[in-house]
């Protein structure tokens, strides 16, 4: 599998000459086309409101490789590179001559290019040789890391890994209660066809659900999240859903899901089924009451989750 590369980068109007057809055309032609001939996948980060919970966050964490660009100095990219820096090594960033970073991280890996016929060498060599440097010595590219020092290091690098192993056991589950209840399915009726099909998602850490989520929407499934309550009623105000998933406690109020059932219902009287999906702890303290007022299911169990949001979404 070919290593990743996460561009972060201004994607609209940072100047005059800098425009956002400018920022889409340096990366597609100057800067990713140079990337992918190092051996990399390259994508950058996008436009989207979703992007900083998933999307940008997701990359920053994960990617093999990031770039940032600093031209114009962007507030966007530099909110992004000190997440990047605070999350993992591997870190280049580049800026546009004659400019110059504001502070002095040169010692961490600053690249400055010339954006033209004649500087395109030039860039693609020095990029090479700091990737070059990057896989053979591993250096310590973020003042924050070095700061912290190599234990912080590696126990950051533990995490990353753990929820890695996280999500791709919670993705094998998931997997295997759809190809579980799609088999049983086809015993009685067609298997679910690509549907427009729009399920609220209440929770205050979505990352949670992503496993689900991204099992899902290939299949045209489109989930609005809400990280409260009154997030909910806003979104149930504005669309029509077939499914509501929530969890039980946020923040420092425990019971938050429990006591959304009736809030949802005296606002919305045709609200469609609520569903519960939390902690098994939550689960079993909350569970009996989430019933008496009016939760679908409550569950704990990714296998009992995904067969009933089958079942309505083919309804």
């Keep these: 599998m070919a290593k990743r590369c996460f561009v972060i980068m201004p994607f609209s109007e940072t100047s005059e000459r800098h425009t956002e057809a400018y920022w889409t055309n340096f990366f597609t032609a100057f800067l ?68 110059r970073v504001p502070f002095d991280i040169s010692n961490y890996g600053v690249l400055i290019y010339e954006d033209s016929i004649a500087g395109a060498p030039a860039f693609e060599e020095g990029i090479r040789a ?42 094998h589950e998931i997997e295997e209660a759809l190809q579980s209840t799609q ?68 923040g420092s109020d425990w019971e938050a899901g429990i006591h959304m059932i009736p809030e949802i219902r005296r606002h919305f009287p045709d609200a469609p089924p609520i569903v519960l999906y939390a902690h098994p702890g939550a689960v079993e303290a909350h569970g009996e009451r989430a019933r008496q007022l009016g939760a679908s299911l409550v569950t704990a169990s990714p296998q009992e989750l995904v067969p009933w949001i089958e079942s309505v979404l083919r309804n």
Excluded at 138 to 161: A, M, N
């Design 32 to 99: 990713k086309p140079r990337i992918e001939r190092l051996g990399y996948t390259c994508l950058r980060s996008q436009a989207q409101p979703s992007s900083i919970i998933k999307d940008i966050l997701q990359e920053l964490f994960e990617a093999d490789l990031v770039i940032s660009v600093l031209t114009d100095h962007n507030e966007n990219v530099w909110y992004e590179l000190g997440i990047r820096h605070v999350f993992r090594k591997g870190t280049i960033m580049i800026i546009e001559k004659p400019q």
């Design 130 to 171: 700091f990737i070059e440097r990057i896989q053979k010595d591993e250096p310590i590219d973020s003042p924050v890391l070095e700061f912290l020092g190599p234990q912080v290091l590696l126990s950051l690098d533990k995490q990353r890994q753990e929820a890695e192993r996280r999500y791709e056991v919670k993705r």
């Design 183 to 250: 088999t049983g399915a086809r015993r009685v009726r067609p298997e679910i066809k690509k549907s427009s099909k729009r399920v609220l998602w209440v929770d205050d850490n979505p990352a949670n659900n992503e496993a689900i989520l991204d099992s899902y929407r290939p299949r045209g499934v489109i989930f609005d999240l809400a990280l409260s309550t009154k997030q909910a009623l806003d979104f149930l105000a504005q669309s029509e859903y077939a499914l509501i998933i929530s969890d039980i406690g946020r």
